[in-house]
Every structure is written in structure tokens, then in C-alpha cells.
């Protein structure tokens, strides 16, 4: 095999423009995280160093696709644009039929309201936010049939994303096939942390499922990552490139949802696609509804333009290689310095174990959001909570007490250098040696709904 593989992740590409980024005193950022309440989502990001708060919408395009948008043809009906990106999607994930949407959401909310009647479950190998949502909203339930070790953090399964078929199995005799109308397979499933389903599981399904008349629908917002680790970690693949993975991944599936925004490498955008003609057909008259004329679905010309690029290029390896690479870095300093991580490192981020980071507070000190803040203020670089501030409160108004207590590095693509990964690990490392000495926060404002987003705290004295 090609020996440059053992290498270095370097960047297979170089920069031709720079965005120039504030720098910032630890006092202007003490008073800035004081001014947000604790919480990184209340931060400006003028006054944030390096950004992880996510990798959705914030990949750096390359000069390909910043020259495709110029060429965006903003026609209202027809575009040449939705056609460029209809042929990509074609071409490398093979889906036949293709309605644009305006992001991930918009196709789960109309592929959602074509499949789903009420009553009926999905299983799914763990649940997303919105795709559980989309899926409740049109009247299903979601139930979940990932492996065992997608919930325990240290466990070091390759394949995390996996679905247990005995689950299915048991969810299919309880319910009956004719109530399941399909399967929702996220491919390198975000929430487990990033974590890849092998093509020996999907095969598995494939074969199951076809016995039983169900159809299998692709979360493929991460589809490259997961083909990634696919060719690293399964036998057969070690010789096969992404391109190949990733066309026979959705070969295995009957249609999917996409955000563009991950790894698609655009700032916005997403699509439907399917392959059996009556989908699309209802598909195609909600869309006008819900997004905007089936050859455009909320998206202008030179978004279509830059998605096209950006598909190809999610494809190659080397940018793979690098992408996934440059997290692994980061997990791996980390752990370098002695700091509690989860384990395998996922495809887009690493995730901190604040509990073991910060054992001298309890749960109700929220040590994920407190550790958040430190960090921030030591260094300018923004996370995100994953916790039980994100957990929210039951119906009964307690706490929901998450098993898992986490901070989130979430890598955006072809963003940041070595260098800024140095520093993002160093920074952790420095507030990991004064770690005693941090102390707990207050809940001193609490919104309703999904407050993560907008609660406020002060320290605890
Ligand atoms: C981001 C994401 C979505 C939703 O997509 P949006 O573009 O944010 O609406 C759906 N599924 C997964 C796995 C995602 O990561």
C-alpha cells in the first residue's frame, strides 16, 4: 500500500485568503464570558479565538467552489445549478431521484411527512435531534437499536454505530413489519460521538430487512467520515477508496436525508433523494410547500453550484484522511496530557469526560458547562456543553442526570492549522493542572425549551 498513509495528516491543500481573528487578553475575556453567563452559546464570535462550538456550516470552501458560485444560475425554475447537483449526487452516491432542500432538516421534515402515518415506528440506530423530532411530529415513534457499546463512552468498539439485529428482530415481532415503514441508519452517528456502522452491519440489515419488506433510509451527513473508517478498520476495504466505500454504503439503502453543512463541505444546504419513484413524486409536491420549486427547495443557484464541488471533494482521500486525521491529533495530544477522554476519537470532535476532569463537583455544579467556561477563558477557544444543562428536566420538572457529563471539540473542515490544534490541547492541559481549584456554577437563568442555548449562570463562591 502506498507508504504516504503512515504519514502525517497533513493538509493536502495550501491558503490563498486568511480571515484575520481578534486576539484577545485573559482579562477582556474573563469579562466576556461574565457578560454571557457562563454560557459559550451567549459568546460574540468576534470575541472567540478558535471556534468548535460545531462543524455544521462552518467548513472553509477551497477556490473551486467560491468559483462555482459565481457561476450560480439563480433561475426560479430549471436552474442549470440543480442540475450540476443533481448529476453529482447521482454520479457518486447513485440515488436516483433528488429534492433539494434548504438544510438536513427540511428533507427530514418532508421525508418525514411522505413515509411516516401515525402509529408507526422507526427504529434507528440512536436518535439525532431533529430526525427524532421530524419522525414524532408525523405521528411515529423512534426507538432506538444501536449496539450496547454506543452508550458506554470508554468502550472501544470500532464500530459503534452498529445495529444490534437482535434488537430489530424484537422490535419487528412486537410491532409488525407492516407498521416499521423503514429503518433510519445514520451513517458515523453524531450522537454516539462520531462512531462509524461497518458495511458487514449494513450488509446484515440489508439482508434482514429485504426479507421483511422494510426499507432502509440513509442519514448520510457524515457518510464520508464513516467510509473513512471503514477503510482503515475493515477487513477487505483497506484497499478501497472513499469514492467506492461511500457509493456502496448508499447502494445498501433505498434513500436518504443530507445536511450539506458537514460533509459536504458548504455553509448551507441539504437534500431528499430516493429511488423509488412514488416517494418522489409526493416528495416533489411537498417540497414547493415547505422549501420552494422542486429545482431549488430554499437554496439559490450558487449554493447548488458549491454543494456539486463539495461532494467531490468530501470524496478524496487525502482530504479524509486529513479531516479525521486532525481530530485524531487532537484527541491523541490530549490524552498525552493525561486528560479524560471518550474513546475510539470520533470522526468531527472529541469529547472531554468533565466528570473525571473535575471530580470534586457534583452533577448539580455542572461541571461540563463550568469547564467550558475555563476553558474559554484560559485560551479564547469555544466548546460546548454536553451534559445536564443539554439534558434538560423531566415532565416532573427534577433534572434529567445524564450518565455522561461532557465537553465538545467539535473540528470544523479545513479550518484551522496544527498549530491551533497545539494550542486547543495545550489550553485544556493548563486548565487540567489548576483543574482543583475551579469551582462549580449556578443556574441563574433557565428558559423553558432546550435551554442549553440560553441559560445563564454565576460561580459558585
Ligand atoms: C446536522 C444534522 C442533521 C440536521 O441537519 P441541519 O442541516 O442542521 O438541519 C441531521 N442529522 C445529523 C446526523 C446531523 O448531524
Redesign the pocket.
Known sequence: MDTILKRSWAEPYKMKMVELLKMTTRAQRSRAMKKAGYNTFLLRSEDVYIDLLTD?GTNAMSDRQWSALMLGDEAYAGSKSYYHMENAIQKYYGYKYIVPTH????A?NILSKVLIKKGDIIPGNMY?T??RLHQELAGGKFVDIIVDEAHDPFNEHPFKGNVDLNKLEAVVKKYGAKRIPYVSI?TNV?MAGGQPISMKNLKELRAYTQKKNIRIIH?M??VAENAYFIQQREKGYEKRSIREIVKEICSLTDGATM?A??DALVNIG?FMATNEWEVFEEARNLVVVYEGLHTYGGLAGRDMEAIAVGIEESLNDHHQRARVGQVEYLGNKMESYGIPIVKPVGGHGVFVDAKSFLPHLTQDDFPAQALAAEIYIESGVRTMERGIVSAGRKPNGEHYYPKLELVRFTVPRRVYTQAHTDVVAEAVAAVFERRKKIKGLRMVYEPKYLRFFQARFEPKV
Open positions: 455544521s438544510q438536513g432538516r427540511g427530514e439525532f431533529t430526525t445514520a453524531n442519514d451527513t457524515r445536511s453543512k458537514k441539504g
